[in-house]
């Protein structure tokens, strides 16, 4: 079984910077490319970024490449997103994920799911 934990949201200026973490269980972490989404109130929830298994290989929305940045610490089962520049329209709940197979900015792509970590900007 595994289990996906986000932390790290919060309340912010726009502008500001927050660093969100996801803590996974389970050993195949290291071995598995993750992702992370949000979800603004009352939108679809939208694909923000992705990380193969070894954190060579990076994948970005478009609209959030130039500003937000996905990394991992395979040694403490942990991935991250590092938010800067941030918008209002950041505004989301934001959620990590593990990828099973398939496109990566799919939510279908994706089998197990953290409960997710609200970030606010403030304008």
């Known amino acids: 079984q595994v289990q996906l934990v986000e932390s790290g949201g919060g309340l912010v200026q726009a502008g500001g910077s927050v660093r969100l973490s996801c803590a996974a269980s389970?050993?195949?972490?290291?071995?598995?490319?993750m992702g992370w989404f949000r979800q603004a109130p009352g939108k679809e929830r939208e694909f923000v970024a992705a990380?193969?298994?070894?954190?060579?290989?990076?994948y970005y929305a478009d609209s959030m490449k130039d500003r937000f940045t996905i990394s991992r610490d395979n040694a403490k089962n942990t991935m991250y997103l590092q938010m800067d520049s941030l918008k209002p329209e950041d505004t989301a709940e934001y959620y990590c994920?593990?990828?099973?197979?398939?496109?990566?900015?799919?939510?279908?792509?994706?089998?197990?799911w953290g409960q997710g970590t609200q970030v606010t900007v403030s304008s």
């Open positions: 994920a593990r990828h099973r197979s398939g496109t990566l900015f799919l939510l279908d792509s994706y089998d197990y």
């Open positions: 389970g050993r195949a972490f290291s071995s598995v490319i």
């Open positions: 990380i193969n298994s070894i954190g060579s290989g990076t």
